[in-house]
């Protein structure tokens, strides 16, 4: 195929691929939020070779559509609420492939003068919605377990002398998501100098017991290095208490990270920011744009108080850079892991650009009302109770009969969250809260009404007493 026939065909399907995509996310009600690929279809992937000749592009292009694509848990349907739906702009998935089709080499101003400038400007205005000074920095990652890597390394180097790392020691809670540790452990952190801390009846972490833990290492000789602290857990939407711990990491000489992935979105949010009350002071921040700033995956920051932090930890000088080294504009291959990295801000600078921050609050604070709202209407139902109580869109509950044990309650539970997504309905599943099995929703997505809250309980309830009579 010459290139004249080539650019024809890839146009041919861009508009129809478009079309049908459109046309697929403007009627997601109308198709399962979940959906496997059948045994025989997967035998057959792991079966499949790649030909020594092409085959014609339409060819894949059905394939994709038809076997691969539509197997998948919906994120942006208006009933999936499990996990963090991804729920992204369309403007987003225009800025991805735009992205995409020019290539940009986003690690440093040399190879994309214009995207860097970009970047560099939404790191410095993401930093000054946190209360950051001129002095902060960042950058641009693929996720929250990036982000939290790179805090957790920034750190790790500022506070803990490099021959003393075995000594070294950082601060977790029980309801911190589980790609900290695993950042702490890549980080050279082994499991006994890990201290999980308990969390409150709020699911926050105790600032008490984080206090008597941090005592205790220091009375052995040991070197109080990180605390993690959580803004908008997986799990409950809770935020500890940053002022707080703030304090006893500037009183200890202990850095702070502060896990924003979900929830640093909420200091767009005049009606919310304030429960973020000393997030300012933390060292660094974690923050996902493919939450709740929804965005394609994957885009996410971390910043930083002080961006000499990031080039102390990150920061190489191979000879074949030496061409950069003149630019007075961000080196983003020395403040972060990679040197090979697209241009993730681009897209998320289109949305907020066309959009406007206005109507990115609003859907925002329309999330957690959302999750009101769910409260609500989960409570006009016999026998059930709520587990914690809308915090930043997420809300937990559960079928409470009293006649039935823990065992039995959670046992219907988990067969009630099993149905619902096995019908393909709504994306409602479990998660552990105080050894009790709950139901877990996260409400974020703005194409979501009060009708598809109404269905989706009233589907619980009946699914709750059909198991209930059959225990």
């Not at 009302?369 to 209407?377: C, N, Q």
Request: contains cysteine.
């Amino acid at each position: 195929m010459s290139d004249y026939e080539l650019n024809k065909t890839i146009k041919r399907i861009c508009d129809e691929f478009i079309d049908n995509h459109f046309e697929f996310t403007d009627n997601l009600r109308d198709v399962p939020v979940w959906s496997q690929a059948p045994d025989t279809l997967i035998q057959e992937l792991l079966e499949s070779e790649i030909p020594n000749e092409g085959r014609p592009l339409d060819e894949v292009y059905q394939q994709l559509q038809s076997e691969v694509y539509k197997y998948s848990l919906i994120g942006n349907h208006p009933r999936s609420f499990g996990f963090v739906p991804g729920v992204p702009t369309k403007l987003s998935f225009l800025g991805d492939m735009m992205t995409s089709a020019y290539n940009l080499h986003g690690s440093n101003w040399i190879n994309a003068s214009a995207a860097s400038t970009i970047e560099s400007n939404m790191i410095r205005w993401l930093g000054s919605k946190i209360g950051y000074s001129e002095a902060s920095g960042g950058i641009f990652v693929s996720g929250g377990s990036m982000a939290n890597l790179t805090g957790i390394v920034a750190g790790r180097d500022h506070t803990i002398p490099e021959d003393k790392r075995h000594l070294g020691v950082a601060y977790i809670s029980d309801q911190t998501h589980h790609s900290v540790e695993k950042g702490l452990l890549i980080a050279g952190f082994t499991h006994n100098q890990i201290r999980k801390i308990t969390s409150n009846e709020l699911f926050q972490i105790d600032v008490d017991a984080l206090q008597q833990s941090i005592i205790s290492d220091l009375e052995k000789g040991l070197i109080p290095g990180i605390i993690i602290a959580s803004a908008g857990t997986t799990n409950t939407g809770s935020v500890d208490n940053i002022q707080a711990i703030s304090d006893l990491a500037t009183k200890h000489n202990v850095w702070l990270h502060v896990d924003g992935a979900y929830g640093a979105s909420f200091l767009l949010s005049n009606k919310h920011r304030h429960q973020l009350n000393g997030i300012e002071n933390a060292d660094s921040v974690s923050w996902d744009a493919h939450k709740l700033l929804f965005q394609t995956y994957s885009c996410a920051m971390v910043l930083v108080k002080n961006k000499s932090s990031l080039l102390n930890s990150f920061s190489a000088n191979p000879e074949y850079l030496d061409d950069i080294g003149g630019s007075t504009m961000d080196d983003f291959g020395s403040l972060g892991i990679e040197l090979t990295r697209p241009t993730r801000a681009l897209k998320l600078w289109l949305s907020l650009q066309v959009i406007g921050l206005d109507q990115f609050e609003r859907m925002i604070d329309g999330g957690h009302e959302l999750a009101l709202y769910t409260e609500k209407e989960v409570l006009n139902h016999e026998d059930w109770e709520i587990v914690s109580n809308p915090q930043f869109s997420i809300l937990n509950f559960r079928y409470a009969n009293s006649n039935f044990n823990a065992e039995a309650l959670n046992k219907i539970n988990k067969q009630v969250a099993n149905e619902i997504v096995d019908s393909g309905y709504a994306g409602v599943f479990t998660t552990q809260l105080k050894g009790k099995t709950v139901l877990r929703m996260c409400t974020i997505n703005p194409n979501t009404t009060h009708e598809d809250i109404n269905n989706t309980i009233s589907r619980l309830n009946e699914l709750a007493i059909h198991y209930a009579k059959l225990a």
